[in-house]
């Protein structure tokens, strides 16, 4: 999959830009500030209908503006698809080819993207909401049926909760109904407990091996862990642990007003020759680390969806030392399209750059050079 084209209309500090993109690598120059980062997170955007950044402000409009719009065409084969986001203050319309679409489910598998942003460091360093979400994203992505499972595991999640405090307040409030609501929040739990098993048993078929390439040590697992332990994975041991735990657990859980137990609460680590990075690992490792969490998903991409993800890489050479960037470089270089942003080309090898478009950024100004 590549994306072709993207315009942008009073997107942060675009009034209007019409970009080209390449098949392979396209990599963004300019001076901090210029609009470089914007110009991932539009296509974030374009990807995930939300931004992907940490920290900054969440209205991607323009100051004084009161709309703002994202266009892109991607090309999938030999099918291409026109994308738009119109935005306005709270409000945003998806279409595809000129047609709107209501759920967010059926506009997300068009573009598939993964990115790495300096801000990724809180994924090792990072509360376990950093970690769920990033799970999230990914899978819903390549799986359209884990989103609207996820979703409905929310909703009764939510509905759980509410009607545990109706139950600790009123005495005389009917039990049963809650047993329905548990029986069927566990239902999408098991469901959503092997998914994410499944994805992180794919991680490690190659997270070691990138990591190898880009720093020469080998020794890293990403170990998934639910807030509660199973037997097994199998549907049966996942199902009759929470029911114990619920079961078990009832006055607690009133006492809450909360449910205590289940995906909501899940976490996943990063281990380097079994000591947790979040703990023990340097800055170099915990970067290095991520990155190579993020290339692991290539492959998991490329065989669900039959095409290779976008490859967003924001600030990628300041974030390594000049050994790694090579090393990166040569790894992405083949088959995928990546859009990269820097400062600056000094030390990059001449050869990953002869086919690659350069642009420069300047002020919610891009030139192709
Ligand atoms: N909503 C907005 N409207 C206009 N400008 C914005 C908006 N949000 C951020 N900016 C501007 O975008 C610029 C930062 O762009 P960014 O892409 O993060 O820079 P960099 O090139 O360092 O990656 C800043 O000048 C900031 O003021
Ligand atoms: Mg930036």
Not at 10 to 20: G, L
Not at 213 to 230: K, M, R, T
Not at 294 to 323: G, M, Q, Y
Not at 329 to 337: D, Y
Request: overall charge positive; aromatic content about 10%.
């Amino acid at each position: 999959m590549k994306i072709t084209k993207i315009n942008l209309v009073n997107f942060r500090n675009y009034s209007s830009a019409s970009i080209k993109l390449g098949d392979g690598m396209n990599i963004f120059v300019g001076d901090n500030a210029q609009g470089k980062t914007n110009i991932l997170e539009a296509i974030t955007f374009l990807a995930l209908t939300k931004s992907h950044r940490l920290g900054v402000h969440p209205n991607v409009i323009m100051f004084n503006k009161t709309k703002a719009k994202i266009k892109g065409v991607v090309k999938k084969d030999r099918i291409i698809s026109k994308l738009e986001i119109d935005m306005l203050e709270n409000e945003k319309k998806l279409f595809v080819n000129q047609t709107e679409i209501k759920k967010v489910a059926d506009y997300i598998s068009n573009l598939n993207v993964i990115v790495f942003s300096p801000d990724d460091l809180e994924i090792i360093k990072g509360s376990p909401n950093i970690r769920r979400n990033l799970l999230n994203i990914q899978l819903s992505q390549i799986s359209k049926v884990y989103l609207n499972i996820y979703n409905e595991y929310n909703k009764l999640l939510r509905t759980r909760n509410e009607y545990l405090k109706v139950l600790f307040q009123n005495s005389i409030a009917d039990s049963s109904y809650l047993d329905i609501i548990t029986d069927k929040l566990i239902e999408k739990a098991v469901f959503i407990y092997q998914k994410r098993k499944e994805y992180i048993d794919l991680i490690n078929d190659s997270i070691d091996t990138y990591y190898k390439d880009i720093n020469g040590n080998q020794g890293l697992v990403v170990e998934y862990h639910p807030n509660i332990e199973f037997k097994s994975y199998e549907s049966e041991d996942i199902r009759k642990a929470l029911k114990h735990y619920y079961k078990k657990n009832y006055k607690k859980e009133l006492n809450y007003g909360m449910t205590l137990v289940g995906p909501h609460r899940d976490d996943f680590s990063f281990l380097f020759c079994e000591k947790d990075l979040k703990f023990f690992g340097s800055q170099g490792q915990q970067k290095t680390a991520v990155l190579a969490y993020k290339l692991s998903e290539i492959p998991i991409f490329e065989d669900v969806l039959k095409t290779s993800p976008v490859l967003l890489l924001d600030d990628i050479f300041s974030e390594l030392d000049l050994k790694k960037r090579n090393r990166l470089l040569k790894l992405i270089h083949h088959g995928i399209q990546s859009v990269i942003t820097t400062t600056d080309l000094k030390n990059i090898n001449k050869k990953y750059l002869e086919d690659a478009y350069i642009y420069s950024v300047k002020n919610g100004n891009v030139e192709r050079k």
